[in-house]
């Protein structure tokens, strides 16, 4: 007779907590994610290419000015539904949208070879990172109107990086020219899981605040090209388009013994010498590229239910 009392009242008090969510048919939620993403390939190449050119005006003097700077995505909002299976148990479905570029020019002078060097290049990243997952809430007996949720689910983010270098060489009288833009695209296919508190302001308004954890990383990116190269002295102009892939790995140049980060596109595998970049005379530690989603974060918002 006991148990049963206190079956009675277990399920008696589980009908209560749940009764505000199984009147919820449908909620929508817009929130502001604080995560920052400047972990990635792309910065530690834009780092590397400043010291290049650092170690170069050591190497043969001159002066050096600019320097390119690294790409950093978010904060930014986010919009969720929430969809009601029964008792607490929901389908999430969430989208969001970020977009970041930088730009920089380097340049280099040397008055005694009468050379001038000027290097400009801009990086941008798209990204559209989508969320599918399940979620359980529940009421606290404690505070009337307030709520403690935690889901886990997949994380799919459809990514673009869009490379273009302008570069200029002038020696005496002659000047050469280098033109090439690259687009490139990938997906990446991650785990997320979140934990928070929410808490009815009026009947269908509650305020939201939650901490989140993605694992997500992009690689495999392919895309078109396209490249124009300006020579005095051979006095040739030559244009070339195709499709390349986007490699990351270290490189020693012809002029002293240090590696330093390359991050770019590449019709042909680099494994060869003969498929190596003008100036680079070898080549480690060579991989695919990739972009770095994984943040921990926190996010503030209202929902909205009907």
């Given at each position: 007779m006991k148990k049963r009392s206190i079956l009675i009242i277990g399920l008696a008090y589980f009908l209560v907590a749940a009764s505000p969510l199984m009147a919820e048919s449908i909620s929508f939620k817009i929130s502001y994610n604080t995560a920052s993403v400047s972990n990635s390939d792309l910065n530690t190449w834009i780092e590397s290419y400043n010291a290049l050119w650092n170690d170069w005006k050591s190497k043969w003097g001159g002066q050096l000015g600019g320097q390119l700077d690294p790409v950093t995505y978010g904060p930014r909002y986010e919009v969720e539904i929430r969809i009601p299976i029964i008792f607490g148990l929901s389908l999430n479905l969430s989208g969001s949208s970020f977009s970041s570029a930088e730009e920089g020019t380097i340049q280099f002078v040397d008055d005694t070879r009468n050379q001038t060097e000027i290097d400009f290049t801009r990086n941008e990243v798209k990204g559209f990172p989508l969320k599918i997952g399940f979620s359980y809430?529940?009421?606290?007996?404690?505070?009337?109107?307030?709520?403690?949720?935690?889901?886990?689910?997949?994380?799919?983010?459809?990514?673009?990086?869009?490379?273009?270098?302008?570069?200029?060489?002038?020696?005496?009288?002659?000047?050469?020219?280098?033109?090439?833009?690259?687009?490139?695209?990938?997906?990446?296919?991650?785990?997320?899981?979140?934990?928070?508190?929410?808490?009815?302001?009026?009947?269908?308004?509650?305020?939201?605040?939650?901490?989140?954890?993605?694992?997500?990383?992009?690689?495999?990116?392919?895309?078109?090209f396209t490249s124009e190269l300006i020579d005095p002295v051979e006095n040739t102009q030559t244009q070339e388009t195709g499709k390349a892939s986007l490699y990351f790995y270290e490189n020693k140049q012809y002029w002293n013994d240090k590696y330093y980060y390359s991050f770019s596109g590449h019709e042909i595998k680099p494994e060869e010498p003969d498929d190596y970049p003008t100036g680079v005379v070898d080549i480690q530690n060579l991989r695919q590229g990739e972009f770095d989603l994984s943040t921990f974060s926190f996010k503030i918002g209202f929902r909205f239910k009907f």
């Open positions: 809430i529940q009421s606290l007996p404690f505070l009337e109107n307030l709520y403690v949720f935690g889901g886990i689910g997949r994380h799919i983010a459809f990514l673009k990086y869009t490379y273009l270098q302008d570069y200029e060489l002038s020696i005496s009288n002659l000047s050469y020219t280098l033109t090439r833009e690259n687009t490139y695209n990938s997906q990446a296919l991650g785990i997320y899981a979140t934990l928070g508190f929410e808490y009815d302001l009026i009947k269908n308004i509650a305020v939201v605040a939650e901490a989140e954890k993605i694992w997500s990383k992009a690689d495999g990116f392919k895309g078109a």
